[in-house]
């Protein structure tokens, strides 16, 4: 008989066998938790327009023309808020200065500043 299947064995591989199930239902439930604070940031229509600020039509002219980023699925809309508010802050004005460059030409330095 193998000594890892006797029955001087079987407690220890009875508390193996419960600790390894422990470590994967932990697992599941930080899947699951990951997975429902994922898909509250999906957004409907309606709730982006709000958050954008601009009306119903509006949102579906820049859907349409790509101008925001978008999921369709089941022949509706969904929208990251996430996504929406990066693209909200991606449009700041005044732009920020942008940063200044050395350049040295003939053995002078000379600062220019970097046209983004």
Known sequence: MNAANSFDNLPQAVWL???KLELIA???DTISTQNDSSEKNLIGVDEASKLLGISKGALYSKVCRNLIPYYKSGGKL???KQELLQEIFSHRYPKPDPPLLQLKTNGQSKET????
């Open 26 to 28: 932990a697992k599941i």
């Open 17 to 19: 066998l419960h600790h």
């Open 78 to 80: 969904y929208f990251s």
């Open 113 to 116: 500043s970097l046209k983004i």
